[in-house]
């Protein structure tokens, strides 16, 4: 017989991955986005519904219900190609080119020295171009990897990860299944970093880790895992143990190949270090710094400053260039464009600052992702995947009110412009500084299931940084 608290939130659960399956396969693309604000709605109300339905769970229940979640969410992202990125075609390529023993950063996918790599799949010789300009090559090709004129912007890790994934299958959808594999692996490193909490859900049942993670398949799953089991080493060390330096020693790495992979989950890096002694810090930065640099040096060795790639080309491209800014939407209606990056800069700075000297070493994550969300906040990106770093750092904290930022960046993607740009991240603003006073009093409020203690209950108070 089915327990009676557990019912609820089965159902609620089987509707959010029904819900998400015909958002994958039936819910719009970026050519046809007017279905995609309905789905995605849809998609957030079951997801807040079987989170809080999720609280009045016994125990000896959460840990098998998030896993099977999190299993069913990830799945459904695998039936159908990606919807509304391309970015996978890239990684697909970046693959090809280095089983070809080349490297990633020396040429354009356009290169005429890399024509005996091209295929139908990334390559079609007929029919219209979808995608348009962004997909044509200097002569004209039509290609389904996105500016094909240019180099590749990924670091080494995610490089290094195109790679193995080159062997099985060389494909989109090989890649796509990969991203499931994450996600499902970051559920499993989250359920051990905090012990079984019902927090877990908050990343497993995402309704972004269907999009983002597992059909659009961007490689910055990849890094949230490598951060949540960094932050979960640094956490765990305990002052005296023989074992405690090995684990900020690997820690730190973890956090470096994190960087690796896409360079934001260096924001995490002010929650890691707070409040440590200098040995630990200095440890920990050797890791990291460690990990980061070793993994440039066989790309540096076969391309030089080209591992660069289009990195810079990339800044100025989203408007993050002097004279043309199309980011920091919430500080420009109070401050001159040309003091825009400098003050972003700077409020950055201060929440890391503050981190620093007042958080918890023993919640990192904590730290992490009030820095993180608050360089979001301010750069305020149109690509809703850089969010998932937050969703998984509300996963381990428990702040749920940040995950209004890649809600936010969501909308942006959507809807396009500098109005929509405020919009989204002011109402994700409002909801940071509303958040904690309305969890505060739903945790006061909530009941409790019999034999749960109040500490496991969902959500969960965080101490304050």
């Known amino acids: 017989m089915v327990n009676r608290a557990l019912l609820p939130c089965l159902l ?18 970026l050519g046809h986005r007017a279905p995609l604000y309905v789905w995605y709605a849809a998609d957030a109300a079951l997801f807040a519904l ?62 005429p020295a890399l024509a005996r790599l091209r295929d139908p799949g990334l390559w079609p010789t007929a029919g ?35 790679l193995v994934l080159h ?33 877990a859900a908050l990343w497993a049942w995402c309704p972004g880790v269907t999009v983002w993670s597992v059909n659009d398949a961007h490689v910055d799953t990849l890094g949230a895992l490598l951060l949540v089991a960094g932050l979960g080493c640094v956490a765990a060390r305990r002052p005296g143990n023989g074992r405690s330096g090995r684990r900020t020693v690997n820690g730190g790495a973890l956090i470096g190949a994190a960087v690796a992979v896409k360079l934001l989950p260096g ?44 990195l810079p080309g990339y800044l100025r491209e989203e408007g993050y260039e002097q004279g043309h800014l199309d980011r920091f939407g ?23 600052l503050r981190v620093l000297r007042r958080g918890d070493p023993a919640r990192p994550w904590s730290g992490a992702l009030l820095v993180t969300g608050t360089a979001l906040l301010v750069v305020a990106p149109a690509y809703p995947w850089y969010g998932l770093l937050v969703v998984a750092l509300v996963a381990l904290d428990g702040r749920w009110e940040w995950l209004a930022v890649p809600a936010a960046g969501q909308y942006l993607y959507l809807a396009g412009g500098y109005q929509a740009q405020q919009a989204a991240y002011g109402v994700a603003l409002a909801c940071v500084v509303v958040g904690p006073a309305v969890r ?26």
Request: charged share 15%; net charge positive.
């Open 167 to 199: 062997p099985f299958g060389g494909g989109v959808r090989g890649v796509q299944a990969a991203g499931a594999l994450l996600a499902v692996a970051t559920t499993g490193a989250l359920l051990v970093v905090r012990r079984a909490s019902r927090r």
């Open 128 to 162: 219209r171009c979808d995608g348009g300009s962004e997909r044509l090559t200097v002569a004209g090709d039509c290609t389904r990897i996105n500016r094909p004129a240019v180099h590749t912007v990924y670091p080494p890790v995610a490089e290094a990860w195109f």
């Open 440 to 465: 505060w009093a739903a945790g006061r409020r909530a009941p409790r299931t019999p034999g749960t203690p109040a500490g496991n209950r969902m959500p969960e108070r965080s101490t304050p940084v």
């Open 50 to 111: 079987a989170v809080l339905l999720l609280r009045r769970v016994p125990d000896c229940h959460v840990v098998p219900l998030v896993l099977a979640g999190g299993v069913a969410v990830a799945a459904v992202g695998l039936l159908a190609p990606p919807r509304t990125s391309d970015d996978a075609y890239r990684y697909v390529w970046d693959g090809r080119v280095q089983a070809a023993g080349i490297s990633p950063y020396a040429h354009t996918p356009d290169d």
């Open 267 to 310: 924001l995490a890096l002010p929650g890691a270090l707070a409040r440590r002694p200098l040995r630990e810090v200095v440890v920990l930065l050797a890791g990291t710094l460690g990990a980061f640099a070793l993994s440039y040096l066989p790309y540096v060795a076969a391309s030089g400053v080209g591992v660069l790639g289009y």
């Open 330 to 352: 919430l500080l420009a209606p109070f401050l001159p464009a040309a003091s825009l990056p400098w003050a972003a800069g700077a409020v950055v700075a201060g929440v890391a």
């Open 12 to 29: 609620a659960l089987a509707a959010l991955v029904g819900a998400l399956a015909l958002t994958v396969t039936g819910g719009g693309t």
